[in-house]
T-cell receptor
């Protein structure tokens, strides 16, 4: 079974520029998550999708961050304009819809963003 | 306001001995707890979980203990192996159970020395 795919793995931009990250979840996983992990911190949820609908985006800074999940499969996370404090690893994760009794999320390798 | 706390940033253990990683939480609504393991440059991977209706769950060398009255859980690894060296994150969820938002701690870096 293929894992969660993310790209790019690394991105360096200057502040006020824009960046986009892409995620392809595990086939058949209805729930998709974007987490932000700042150095020395645990992952923090930015947005959760169920199929192509948003379940929770309460911690997404909507003035600069946006995300969409096309046709309930792939997802993109965009930051525009970027700030220095956006430097972090952006983790995409997916899980099965219902019946996922373990509560297990499957994470991708992450996209490391450096804002200069 | 940290709802999930891992107060030890690092832990060093000798190979073959027991590793004990601790986690405290503040939200009494949490009903599901998980441990994830993370190697450098990789995403976290699920290790073991426990529901609030249990106080212990075991999977091979890994055992998680839950003390609801103390709002404390711990992960025991016995015996520890050098390949266990990684960052371990404690996570908790509430309300929607396994599909709910996971709140993560800051992690504990475990080093197992040969």
């Amino acid at each position: 079974e293929a894992g969660v795919a993310q790209s790019p793995r690394y991105k360096i931009i200057e502040k006020r520029q824009s960046v986009a990250f892409w995620c392809n979840p595990i086939s058949g996983h209805a729930t998709l998550y974007w987490y932000q992990q700042i150095l020395g911190q645990g992952p923090k949820l930015l947005i959760q999708f169920q199929n192509n609908g948003v379940v929770d985006d309460s911690q997404l800074p909507k003035d600069r961050f946006s995300a969409e999940r096309l046709k309930g499969v792939d997802s993109t996370l965009k930051i525009q304009p970027a700030k220095l404090e956006d430097s972090a690893v952006y983790l995409c994760a997916s899980s099965r819809l219902a019946g996922g009794l373990t509560g297990e999320l499957f994470f991708g390798e992450g996209s490391r963003l450096t804002v200069l | 306001d940290q709802q999930v706390k891992q107060n030890s940033p690092s832990l060093s253990v000798q190979e073959g001995r027991i590793s004990i990683l601790n986690c405290d939480y503040t939200n009494s609504m949490f009903d599901y707890f998980l441990w994830y393991k993370k190697y450098p440059a990789e995403g976290p991977t699920f290790l073991i979980s426990i529901s609030s209706i249990k106080d212990k769950n075991e999977d091979g060398r890994f055992t998680v203990f839950l003390n609801k009255s103390a709002k404390h859980l711990s992960l025991h690894i016995v015996p520890s192996q050098p390949g266990d060296s990684a960052v371990y994150f404690c996570a908790a969820s509430s309300g929607r159970g396994s599909q709910g938002n996971l709140i993560f701690g800051k992690g504990t870096k475990l080093s197992v020395k040969p």
